[in-house]
């Protein structure tokens, strides 16, 4: 099982990126998925979460109204676009499954993880 993120990359503040989560292996159609970040220095953190359907998503305080997390199933990715990004927001980012079917989004608790993206925003 492999979960592959790329799309990341150098931008200006109030500039826009979208992250892309391809899975190969097994499919997650039906599971939960999320990416999280983790900034120089600092401890890895959530930062947004979809349900199998993109029923029900789920966001950190700090992203709320700049990101969403949409998927397509079809093509078993998952995807984060970044609006108006700010310098706060560099970072690894990750992309991360959950191993059962029909769960909610989630802060924690995934199975799979890639490998990470980085993001760089200057001000």
């Known amino acids: 099982v492999q979960l592959q993120a790329s799309g990341g990359g150098l931008v200006q503040a109030g500039g826009c990126l979208r992250l892309s989560c391809a899975a190969s292996g097994r499919t997650f159609r039906w599971s939960s998925m999320g990416w999280f970040r983790q900034a120089p220095g600092k401890e890895r953190e959530f930062v947004a979460g979809?349900?199998?359907?993109?029923?029900?998503?789920l966001y950190s305080d700090s992203v709320r109204g700049r990101f969403t997390i949409p998927r397509d199933n079809a093509k078993n990715t998952v995807y984060l676009q970044m609006n108006n990004l700010k310098p706060e927001d560099t970072a690894v980012y990750y992309c991360a499954a959950d191993g059962d079917d029909y769960g909610p989004p989630r802060p924690n608790e995934y199975d799979y993880w890639g490998q990470g993206t980085e993001v760089t925003v200057s001000s």
């Open positions: 979809t349900n199998w359907a993109a029923s029900s998503t």
